[in-house]
């Protein structure tokens, strides 16, 4: 494993493989996020040394660029992974000239691998439409143990809704990408109590921007599991979600969901039997579902179950196993020359 170093800490192994760590650096508008500063030349010999037989790219942006790379020239077949729509990330922090940049820069590095494999299948179309090449879907797994309904604590909930409110819940980075000013739309629902779990730089912003709603902050573990299974809804207003997790993760819970048609969530929510999908943008179409499913609690436990159902195969072993089929397969292919792919 390759990461880059963190002043807060890197474990030294994982499951007793190594971890080798590289010089990094962080943005000054996001300090919780470490960027790679190694050079090409660093990643080649550790690659070289190592001598594997296939490289796992994780969203090859800054390290994983310099991993495609030096996989390419030492002729090891890889895997990348697209994880993060970083351009349209790019638009939302407020520099849209950069966002045809990114395209440019992620298709050429992605069409240096043998596989790119998105999380869903609206991933997949947007990636090849802006031309990446041999591209497949691989999902994310679902920790059923960890997430369960089982986990709800009823004197918990009625901390956070004393009055018998419904609890309308979040979960996610507290960032300008996950849209969470958009559940403005539901502060003045009747009958709602917002629960919002989950830091980051838009924290302060937020808790001005959601009077009445209660922050818990960001948890992990069996807590995270107890909030999630605790809440009565869950509402993801991010549209640059390529897989969305955190609605996985509440479907584990027994939890509808309701999100934008959009992105990951599409594979994830089937309208009318887990939840709900509104147009992108439309705040009130999200107001007016999360309005039905607050008012009616026999809907909103069938959606719940259905939900809980429905995700039970999706265990990480074998979503894992699927990965071990694409390591295969990028083997058998062998590495293409980036002349070649373009």
Known sequence: MIAPSDPRGVPESYAGFPVVTTASLYLPWYPDLRLSATSANSLHKLLA???????????????????????????????????????????????????????????????????????????????????????????????????????????????????????????????????????????DLPGVRLVIIGDGPQRAELEADLPGAVFVGMKSGEELARCLASLDLFVHPGESETFCQAVQEAHASGLAAIAPRRGGPIDLIDPSHNGWLYPPGDLSAMRNQVADLVGDGFKRTIFGQTARKRVENRTWPRVCDQLLDYYCAAIDLGVRSPAKTG
């Open 49 to 187: 040394d190592f001598a594997p037989d296939v490289v796992h790219l994780a969203a090859p942006v800054i390290l994983g660029s310099k991993g495609v790379m030096a996989a390419a020239e030492l002729g090891v077949p890889s895997v990348a992974l697209y994880q993060t729509e970083v351009p349209r990330y790019a638009v939302q922090y407020g520099y849209p000239a950069a966002e045809p940049i990114f395209w440019r820069h992620l298709r050429k590095l992605h069409n240096m691998a043998t596989i790119n494999l998105a999380p869903s299948s609206y991933t997949r179309d947007q990636l090849i439409a802006h031309g990446f090449s041999r591209v497949d879907v691989w999902g994310r797994g679902v920790d059923t143990e960890l997430f369960s309904p089982d986990k709800r604590d009823q004197a918990l909930h009625d901390s956070w809704a004393p009055h018998g409110e419904v609890v309308v819940g979040f979960m996610g980075r507290l960032a300008p990408e996950k849209q969470v000013k958009d559940l403005r739309a539901l502060t």
